[in-house]
């Protein structure tokens, strides 16, 4: 099963549960949103998998020997 990933529908819903329950415990507008982004983000199954095609990981001469390697 995929996971979302940033930008998408049910990332986006789960960012915006997570900053309405900061800002329920008193936590301001401004930091409940940068609390919601860095929970998101530190979570391995709501980050991004990366390119999924061959043209996603850019022109063939300038991709790095990382990218060839997955």
């Known amino acids: ?13 789960r960012r915006a549960r997570l900053r ?3 800002e329920g ?7 409940a949103n940068e609390a919601a ?3 998101l983000q530190s979570n391995p199954d709501w980050q991004s998998r990366g ?3 061959e043209r996603g990981r850019g022109p063939e ?3 790095s020997k990382q990218n060839e390697a997955e």
């Open 20 to 22: 309405k329950d900061a």
């Open 1 to 13: 099963m995929a996971m979302p990933e940033p930008g998408s529908k049910k990332y986006d819903t």
């Open 51 to 53: 390119p999924r095609t």
């Open 37 to 39: 982004n860095e929970n």
């Open 61 to 63: 001469g300038e991709r």
């Open 25 to 31: 415990s008193g936590v301001s507008d401004q930091d």
